[in-house]
C-alpha cells in the first residue's frame, strides 16, 4: 500500500520541460511508477511519445540514466542493461542495488516489439516492463494497433461508408504476458492511483520479471478534451473495459471491483474515435464491444476465482 | 608459453573470447557461427568464464543487448552470420553512433535469397556503411589474433567505435587448423580492463543516452562519427603494432605477396588469399610477374596505403566474394577505383566477382585471373571491366 506523503518525497526521476501533451498519461503513469522504486533506476525507453517528448537533444527531462535505442527493442535492450548490473556486481565494480524499467507504448510492445518482450520474460531479467496502452500509433498519428479495440477511428483504420473503425478486437497482451508465468503481472492505470504505485512497488520488488499494462489517456487519440482523461481512465476501469488485476505466481487476483458495472458506451460516447458508433446502422458493433467486454470480464472473475 | 594447438576457427575465436572472459556476452545461434555460441554455452556452464551470458531469442536482441550492456559500463561480445547480421541491421548504425566499443566476429555468410549456408562476403559488405571497423580474416590464426586487437580498438578513447571480425565460414570457421594461441595472462595484459567515462550504472553521473536530435544537431553527431574513421588507422595501426610486439605475429592494414615487382595484381579479402597466392606462384613459374595484396583492413578503408601499393602495376584485378547489384561489379571493386581515381595511376582495374554462396575457388580459378590481366597488358584481351568467375552463365 503506498503511502501517498512518503511518495511525494520520493525524488523525480522524470522532472520538467518535457513536451508531452496537456492531458496524456505518461508523465502521470511514469512518475506515479518511479516513485516507488526505493532503489536508483535506470531506464530504457522505446521509440515512442514518451521518448520523442522527453529527450530533445541538447535537453533531458530525466535526472536518472536513461537510454533510447529503437522501436522494437526495448526489453532487449534493459536485458543487456541488467546483464551489465549482475557482471560488474559479480566482478565488484558496483556495489549499490539498482532497479531496471523499460517504458514502450502499445506499439512497441503489442506489435513491433512482442518477441523481445516475450524474449526477455522468458530469461528472467530482473526488470519492470511498462506498456503505456494509448491504443495507437499516438505519436505517428494515430494508427492502429493491435491493442486498439474494435470500432475505433484510427488514420489506418479510419471509420468509412464501407468499413467502420478497425475491424478486430484488442490483443489481450496482459493475459499473454500471465502465461509467460513471470514474477509479476498486472493491469493498472493512472486513475487509480494506489493501485499502480503499488503494482510498481511489487515489481520492483520482485526477484525476476514483472509487466505493467498501464492504460495511458491520449487526448489526441481518443478525442476528447484534455482536462477529461483522468475521468475517462476510471469509467474505462468502472465499465470493465480495462480491468485492473495482478497475477503472481499462477494465482490471479482483482485488485479492484467496481461497485457497479458501467454500460460500455458511457466511456464510448464521451470519445471521438467511437462516434460514428452510435448510429442505427453501427450499433451491432456497440453490441459487439459490449459482448467481448462482458465475456472477457467474466472470464477474468472466474480466473480470479470470483 | 605460447603453444602451438590445431583448432577450428570457431573453437579458435570462442577460446579468444574465453580468454577475453567479457562482462557480457549475449548471442543467438546461426550456421556457420553456431560453434561459437556452443562452445562458449560450455565455458559459462563450466565456470571457466564469470561472464554474463544473454541468450537472447533473436540476433536483433543480440545487438540490442549488447547496446545495452555495453553503454551500462561492460566489455561485451557478440557474435553472428548472414541473416543474423542483416536482422541486426537496424541496431549496427545505433551501437556505432553511441559510441560502444562492441566486437562481434562475423562468419561470413551468403544472405539469403536463395538461401544458403556457404561463405561469400555479402553479409558483412551489405553492413560496410554501418559505421563500424571491420577486419577481414584469412585463416584461424588470424580470427584468433584479430579478436583481441579488434578490442583495443574498439575501446581506443579516440575510436569508441564498434568492431566486425569477418572470417569465411566453414573455410576458416570448421576448418582444423593449426595455430599459436597465447597465455591467457599475455591476453590479459595486452586487453587491459574496460574503463568507460560514462556509463548507465554510474548511479552518481547519471546520464541519457540516444535522445531525439533532429535537423539542429543530427548531422554533427553523424560528422563526429565520420571523422572518428580518419583518426581510427592510427588506432588499428598501434593496436596491431602493440600485438606484434607481445606475440611475434605482426600485421598491418593488408598483406602484399610478391607485390614489388608485379606487373599484374589482384586485391583480395579472406580465404582466397591463400588460394591466391598458390596462383602467384604458378603464375611466376610461367614468367608472369604476378602480385597479390590481402585486405584486413576495410573499414577504415586504406586508401592512401593502397594506391601506392599498387600504382606501379600494369593492370589489377579486384577480387570481390559479393555483389553490389549497381550493374558495376562488386563493392571492394567500387572502391578501390574511386582510391585511384584523381592519383594519376592510369593502370586498367577490373573486376572479378567469384565464389558467391560458397562456390569453390580454386588456384587454377586465380590463375584464370592472372591469365586475363597478362593478356590484357599485352593486348590480347579486351578490357572487361565486370567479370564474373567459375559461373554458368
Same mark, same amino acid.
Given at each position: 500500500?503506498?503511502?501517498?506523503?512518503?511518495?511525494?518525497?520520493?525524488?523525480?526521476?522524470?522532472?520538467? %520541460?518535457?513536451?508531452?501533451?496537456?492531458?496524456?498519461?505518461? @508523465?502521470?503513469?511514469?512518475?506515479?511508477?518511479? =516513485?516507488? !522504486?526505493?532503489? #536508483?533506476?535506470?531506464?530504457?525507453?522505446?521509440?515512442?511519445?514518451?521518448?520523442?517528448?522527453?529527450?530533445?537533444?541538447?535537453?533531458?527531462?530525466?535526472?536518472?540514466?536513461?537510454?533510447?535505442?529503437?522501436?522494437?527493442?526495448?526489453?532487449?535492450?534493459?536485458?543487456?542493461?541488467?546483464?551489465?548490473?549482475?557482471?560488474?556486481?559479480?566482478?565488484?565494480?558496483?556495489?549499490?542495488?539498482?532497479?531496471?524499467?523499460?517504458?514502450?507504448?502499445?506499439?512497441?510492445?503489442?506489435?513491433?516489439?512482442?518477441?523481445?518482450?516475450?524474449?526477455?520474460?522468458?530469461?528472467?531479467?530482473?526488470?519492470?516492463?511498462?506498456?503505456?496502452?494509448?491504443?495507437?500509433?499516438?505519436?505517428? %498519428?494515430?494508427?492502429?494497433?493491435?491493442?486498439?479495440?474494435? @470500432?475505433?477511428?484510427?488514420?489506418?483504420?479510419? =471509420?468509412? !461508408?464501407?468499413? #467502420?473503425?478497425?475491424?478486430?478486437?484488442?490483443?489481450?497482451?496482459?493475459?499473454?504476458?500471465?502465461?509467460?508465468?513471470?514474477?509479476?503481472?498486472?493491469?493498472?492505470?493512472?486513475?487509480?492511483?494506489?493501485?499502480?504505485?503499488?503494482?510498481?512497488?511489487?515489481?520492483?520488488?520482485?526477484?525476476?520479471?514483472?509487466?505493467?499494462?498501464?492504460?495511458?489517456?491520449?487526448?489526441?487519440?481518443?478525442?476528447?478534451?484534455?482536462?477529461?482523461?483522468?475521468?475517462?481512465?476510471?469509467?474505462?476501469?468502472?465499465?470493465?473495459?480495462?480491468?485492473?488485476?495482478?497475477?503472481?505466481?499462477?494465482?490471479?487476483?482483482?485488485?479492484?471491483?467496481?461497485?457497479?458495472?458501467?454500460?460500455?458506451?458511457?466511456?464510448?460516447?464521451?470519445?471521438?474515435?467511437?462516434?460514428?458508433?452510435?448510429?442505427?446502422?453501427?450499433?451491432?458493433?456497440?453490441?459487439?464491444?459490449?459482448?467481448?467486454?462482458?465475456?472477457?470480464?467474466?472470464?477474468?472473475?472466474?480466473?480470479?476465482?470470483? | 608459453?605460447?603453444?602451438?594447438?590445431?583448432?577450428?576457427?570457431?573453437?579458435?575465436?570462442?577460446?579468444?573470447?574465453?580468454?577475453?572472459?567479457?562482462?557480457?556476452?549475449?548471442?543467438?545461434?546461426?550456421?556457420?557461427?553456431?560453434?561459437?555460441?556452443?562452445?562458449?554455452?560450455?565455458?559459462?556452464?563450466?565456470?571457466?568464464?564469470?561472464?554474463?551470458?544473454?541468450?537472447?531469442?533473436?540476433?536483433?536482441?543480440?545487438?540490442?543487448?549488447?547496446?545495452?550492456?555495453?553503454?551500462?559500463?561492460?566489455?561485451?561480445?557478440?557474435?553472428?552470420?548472414?541473416?543474423?547480421?542483416?536482422?541486426?541491421?537496424?541496431?549496427?548504425?545505433?551501437?556505432?553512433?553511441?559510441?560502444?566499443?562492441?566486437?562481434?566476429?562475423?562468419?561470413?555468410?551468403?544472405?539469403?535469397?536463395?538461401?544458403?549456408?556457404?561463405?561469400?562476403?555479402?553479409?558483412?559488405?551489405?553492413?560496410?556503411?554501418?559505421?563500424?571497423?571491420?577486419?577481414?580474416?584469412?585463416?584461424?590464426?588470424?580470427?584468433?589474433?584479430?579478436?583481441?586487437?579488434?578490442?583495443?580498438?574498439?575501446?581506443?578513447?579516440?575510436?569508441?567505435?564498434?568492431?566486425?571480425?569477418?572470417?569465411?565460414?566453414?573455410?576458416?570457421?570448421?576448418?582444423?587448423?593449426?595455430?599459436?594461441?597465447?597465455?591467457?595472462?599475455?591476453?590479459?595484459?595486452?586487453?587491459?580492463?574496460?574503463?568507460?567515462?560514462?556509463?548507465?550504472?554510474?548511479?552518481?553521473?547519471?546520464?541519457?543516452?540516444?535522445?531525439?536530435?533532429?535537423?539542429?544537431?543530427?548531422?554533427?553527431?553523424?560528422?563526429?562519427?565520420?571523422?572518428?574513421?580518419?583518426?581510427?588507422?592510427?588506432?588499428?595501426?598501434?593496436?596491431?603494432?602493440?600485438?606484434?610486439?607481445?606475440?611475434?605475429?605482426?600485421?598491418?592494414?593488408?598483406?602484399?605477396?610478391?607485390?614489388?615487382?608485379?606487373?599484374?595484381?589482384?586485391?583480395?579479402?579472406?580465404?582466397?588469399?591463400?588460394?591466391?597466392?598458390?596462383?602467384?606462384?604458378?603464375?611466376?613459374?610461367?614468367?608472369?610477374?604476378?602480385?597479390?595484396?590481402?585486405?584486413?583492413?576495410?573499414?577504415?578503408?586504406?586508401?592512401?596505403?593502397?594506391?601506392?601499393?599498387?600504382?606501379?602495376?600494369?593492370?589489377?584485378?579486384?577480387?570481390?566474394?559479393?555483389?553490389?547489384?549497381?550493374?558495376?561489379?562488386?563493392?571492394?571493386?567500387?572502391?578501390?577505383?574511386?582510391?585511384?581515381?584523381?592519383?594519376?595511376?592510369?593502370?586498367?582495374?577490373?573486376?572479378?566477382?567469384?565464389?558467391?554462396?560458397?562456390?569453390?575457388?580454386?588456384?587454377?580459378?586465380?590463375?584464370?585471373?592472372?591469365?586475363?590481366?597478362?593478356?590484357?597488358?599485352?593486348?590480347?584481351?579486351?578490357?572487361?571491366?565486370?567479370?564474373?568467375?567459375?559461373?554458368?552463365?
Amino acid at each position: 500500500m503506498a503511502n501517498l506523503r512518503e511518495l511525494s518525497k520520493q525524488p523525480e526521476v522524470l522532472t520538467q %520541460g518535457h513536451r508531452l501533451c496537456a492531458g496524456c498519461g505518461h @508523465g502521470t503513469i511514469v512518475r506515479q511508477i518511479l =516513485a516507488a !522504486s526505493p532503489d #536508483p533506476v535506470v531506464i530504457g525507453c522505446a521509440t515512442g511519445c514518451l521518448e520523442v517528448a522527453t529527450t530533445i537533444y541538447p535537453y533531458t527531462s530525466w535526472s536518472s540514466s536513461w537510454m533510447h535505442t529503437a522501436f522494437e527493442n526495448v526489453a532487449a535492450q534493459v536485458s543487456g542493461i541488467e546483464a551489465a548490473y549482475n557482471a560488474l556486481r559479480r566482478r565488484d565494480k558496483i556495489e549499490q542495488r539498482q532497479n531496471f524499467v523499460a517504458f514502450a507504448g502499445d506499439g512497441g510492445t503489442y506489435d513491433i516489439g512482442l518477441q523481445a518482450l516475450s524474449g526477455a520474460a522468458e530469461r528472467g531479467h530482473r526488470m519492470m516492463y511498462v506498456c503505456l496502452d494509448n491504443g495507437a500509433y499516438m505519436n505517428t %498519428g494515430i494508427q492502429r494497433s493491435s491493442a486498439t479495440p474494435l @470500432g475505433a477511428d484510427t488514420t489506418t483504420s479510419p =471509420a468509412g !461508408s464501407v468499413l #467502420p473503425g478497425k475491424s478486430e478486437h484488442r490483443k489481450d497482451l496482459t493475459a499473454i504476458m500471465a502465461a509467460h508465468d513471470v514474477a509479476f503481472v498486472a493491469q493498472a492505470a493512472p486513475s487509480h492511483w494506489n493501485d499502480l504505485v503499488t503494482k510498481a512497488q511489487k515489481g520492483f520488488a520482485a526477484d525476476g520479471f514483472s509487466f505493467l499494462n498501464v492504460l495511458s489517456p491520449c487526448p489526441r487519440g481518443w478525442r476528447m478534451d484534455t482536462n477529461e482523461s483522468i475521468e475517462l481512465t476510471r469509467l474505462a476501469v468502472d465499465t470493465c473495459y480495462w480491468p485492473l488485476f495482478e497475477v503472481v505466481e499462477g494465482e490471479w487476483r482483482l485488485t479492484y471491483q467496481p461497485k457497479e458495472k458501467k454500460p460500455l458506451a458511457e466511456w464510448l460516447k464521451r470519445q471521438g474515435r467511437f462516434r460514428h458508433l452510435f448510429t442505427e446502422a453501427n450499433q451491432h458493433i456497440l453490441d459487439e464491444l459490449q459482448a467481448h467486454v462482458d465475456r472477457k470480464w467474466e472470464d477474468l472473475k472466474r480466473r480470479c476465482g470470483i | 608459453m605460447a603453444k602451438r594447438v590445431a583448432l577450428t576457427g570457431n573453437e579458435a575465436v570462442a577460446l579468444a573470447m574465453k580468454q577475453i572472459n567479457p562482462d557480457v556476452v549475449a548471442a543467438y545461434p546461426i550456421t556457420p557461427q553456431t560453434d561459437i555460441v556452443q562452445y562458449f554455452s560450455s565455458f559459462v556452464a563450466d565456470g571457466q568464464v564469470t561472464t554474463e551470458f544473454v541468450r537472447v531469442e533473436s540476433e536483433h536482441s543480440a545487438m540490442s543487448a549488447v547496446i545495452g550492456s555495453s553503454a551500462a559500463g561492460a566489455r561485451s561480445i557478440t557474435a553472428t552470420s548472414s541473416q543474423g547480421l542483416a536482422l541486426m541491421h537496424e541496431m549496427l548504425h545505433i551501437a556505432s553512433s553511441y559510441r560502444l566499443p562492441i566486437v562481434m566476429p562475423v562468419v561470413n555468410r551468403a544472405l539469403s535469397g536463395p538461401i544458403n549456408i556457404h561463405c561469400d562476403h555479402s553479409d558483412s559488405m551489405n553492413a560496410r556503411d554501418t559505421g563500424w571497423i571491420q577486419l577481414y580474416c584469412e585463416d584461424t590464426q588470424e580470427a584468433y589474433d584479430n579478436m583481441f586487437i579488434a578490442l583495443k580498438i574498439a575501446e581506443d578513447p579516440r575510436v569508441l567505435t564498434p568492431v566486425m571480425v569477418c572470417f569465411d565460414g566453414f573455410i576458416i570457421s570448421h576448418a582444423l587448423e593449426n595455430l599459436v594461441v597465447e597465455d591467457e595472462d599475455v591476453i590479459k595484459k595486452y586487453v587491459g580492463q574496460f574503463e568507460p567515462d560514462r556509463y548507465l550504472l554510474d548511479v552518481d553521473n547519471p546520464h541519457t543516452i540516444g535522445p531525439l536530435a533532429l535537423y539542429d544537431y543530427y548531422f554533427e553527431v553523424k560528422r563526429q562519427q565520420a571523422e572518428v574513421m580518419f583518426h581510427a588507422m592510427d588506432a588499428v595501426s598501434e593496436a596491431s603494432a602493440e600485438y606484434g610486439k607481445v606475440t611475434g605475429r605482426n600485421y598491418d592494414l593488408f598483406e602484399t605477396y610478391k607485390l614489388d615487382d608485379a606487373d599484374v595484381g589482384i586485391i583480395v579479402i579472406g580465404s582466397t588469399a591463400g588460394t591466391a597466392r598458390g596462383a602467384v606462384d604458378k603464375l611466376r613459374e610461367q614468367g608472369v610477374k604476378a602480385g597479390l595484396i590481402k585486405l584486413r583492413v576495410f573499414r577504415p578503408a586504406p586508401r592512401e596505403e593502397i594506391v601506392a601499393a599498387i600504382r606501379h602495376l600494369k593492370a589489377l584485378a579486384v577480387m570481390d566474394r559479393a555483389d553490389s547489384y549497381a550493374g558495376f561489379g562488386g563493392p571492394l571493386f567500387g572502391e578501390v577505383r574511386s582510391w585511384l581515381y584523381g592519383t594519376g595511376a592510369s593502370l586498367p582495374v577490373v573486376n572479378f566477382v567469384y565464389g558467391l554462396g560458397g562456390r569453390d575457388v580454386v588456384v587454377n580459378d586465380v590463375a584464370s585471373v592472372y591469365e586475363y590481366l597478362d593478356k590484357l597488358v599485352r593486348n590480347q584481351a579486351p578490357l572487361q571491366l565486370v567479370q564474373y568467375l567459375g559461373v554458368r552463365e
